[in-house]
């Protein structure tokens, strides 16, 4: 197995019940592939579920200093907790902050028969 640090991953992937991650929150996924490891976080919305590749493109750092600290404190926007740059939850894009004009990578990922499961 690499040490890499992957961007994507491939479909199909089960990665546990819709509600493994509360409504209106943020969770962490580390998978170990054999190409090496993949960083993501998904932010639940209702049923709806956005994957982003966890890294800012300020600095490529990973967003949240805390695990599963995501979001802003009211849930809308997600947050890079080194720099502060604010992002839409629904498409990555930079709300404000360093990196305006960039977005997240997104993660595909989506629910099927109450499971999230990449895309």
């Known amino acids: ?3 890499e640090r992957l961007s994507a991953t491939p479909p199909g992937i089960a990665l546990g019940p819709l509600d493994t991650i509360a ?6 996924f580390v ?7 993949f960083h993501g976080f998904i932010v639940r ?7 982003y590749v966890d ?11 805390q695990l599963d600290a995501y979001l802003t404190p009211n849930g809308r926007r997600i947050a890079c907790s080194w720099h502060g740059a604010l992002f839409a939850v629904e498409d990555g894009a ?6 305006m004009g960039q977005r997240l990578t997104p993660w595909p990922v989506t629910v099927r028969d109450g499971a999230i499961v990449t895309a």
């Open 23 to 28: 409504d209106g929150a943020a969770r962490n």
């Open 94 to 99: 930079c709300l404000g902050g360093p990196c």
């Open 45 to 51: 919305q209702g049923n709806a579920v956005h994957g």
């Open 31 to 37: 998978l170990q592939m054999r190409a090496g490891r």
């Open 55 to 65: 890294r800012c493109p300020h600095m490529g750092l990973p967003l949240a200093q």
């Open 1 to 3: 197995m690499s040490d």
